[in-house]
């Protein structure tokens, strides 16, 4: 799929290949994790910003590989609407009842009916995806969604956002940090509804202007806390001056199927177990091996300011 799409849209490979990766890790996030042995175990959300020039086809490339997330949101909030509705009206019901029952003193029925309310199961719509957010409503969002939200835009203002968020002083960039690594966020602001959340799970995957991305890079105190070495940031090759005017049509065979896989993992029950084979194992363990030597005092690893020269 992510060769099909770079010759479709005549774009860099690297780059139809990075928005599959973050469309994979959005509809897995906060769902999945990957179990290594002897207690390790990672979650797949991943962090991702690609950096193009104007007119690099980098939007229409992110639209292609996550269209089908955008899909399902909708389907899915089209098919739990009519029991939403019914819902809604069960429980108003409940509740003039309630409202009578106490005009009337009857405080057995009042009992009833509130523990009735209590117990209802409450539909909520679907929602996992956001274009754009501040950080701090990032964090209201996520709480309210089991803690799990992606960030998919074909802008970099969550970029910019998260450079700006020092300008009146210290930043509460909680969900974005833990978002990461699955871990719990607990904030408490005076003017603001408390954020909680027991494992945060947030994906990000922005297709960026190269200056919005530098500029990002560069911010220190981003760097500091960590924020910039979660992203796998990529500028791939242009393809201006080099593409046909029209690339070949997509095989609609490979465009279902691609769609229905992602669907299919977007309904998969929580939690999804995952576990490397001998070969992803062996190639894991390469990496993690390599960075380690590489991390060593001396070593072009070490030191570097939230892992970026």
């Not at 999945?32 to 910003?49: C, F, H, K, T």
């Not at 739990?80 to 809604?88: D, G, K, L, N």
């Not at 690594?181 to 799970?201: C, W």
Request: hydrophobic share 40%; glycine share 8%.
């Amino acid at each position: 799929m992510a060769v099909q799409a770079a010759e479709t849209l005549q774009v860099s490979p690297a780059m139809s290949g990075c928005f599959l990766l973050g469309a994979l890790s959005a509809a897995a996030v906060g769902r999945a994790r990957v179990d290594m042995g002897s207690g390790y175990r990672e979650p797949v959300q991943l962090y991702i910003a690609v950096g193009a020039d104007p007119s690099e086809r980098k939007s229409p490339c992110l639209k292609m590989m996550t269209q089908p997330l955008h899909a399902y949101q909708q389907e899915e909030n089209e098919r739990r609407a009519p029991e939403m509705r019914q819902q809604r009206l069960i429980r108003e019901t409940r509740e003039i009842a309630l409202r009578k029952a106490q005009q009337k003193g009857d405080e057995q029925e009042v009992a009833r009916l509130g523990e009735e309310l209590a117990g209802m199961r409450e539909t909520r719509p679907y929602h996992l995806i956001l274009t754009d957010a501040t950080a701090e409503a990032l964090g209201q969002a996520m709480s309210k969604n089991e803690g799990r939200m992606a960030v998919i835009s074909g802008e970099g203002a969550l970029l910019s956002v998260l450079a700006g968020c020092y300008a009146q002083g210290p930043a509460n960039l909680d969900a974005v940090l833990q978002g990461y690594s699955g871990e719990a966020v607990s904030v408490v602001r005076i003017g603001r509804p408390p954020v909680q959340i027991k494992e945060a799970a947030l994906s990000i995957c922005l297709a960026v202007q190269t200056e919005v991305l530098d500029s990002f890079l560069q911010n220190q105190q981003l760097r500091q806390r960590g924020t910039v070495a979660r992203f796998l940031v990529a500028e791939p090759e242009s393809m201006i001056g080099r593409r046909q005017v029209i690339g070949p049509a997509m095989a609609p065979q490979l465009q279902a199927e691609y769609d229905k896989r992602l669907k299919d993992i977007l309904a998969l029950p929580a939690p999804i177990p995952l576990k490397p084979d001998e070969d992803a194992r062996a190639a894991w363990e390469d990496w993690a091996s390599e960075v380690e030597r590489r991390s060593l005092p001396g070593g072009n690893l070490r030191g570097l300011a939230g892992g970026w020269e």
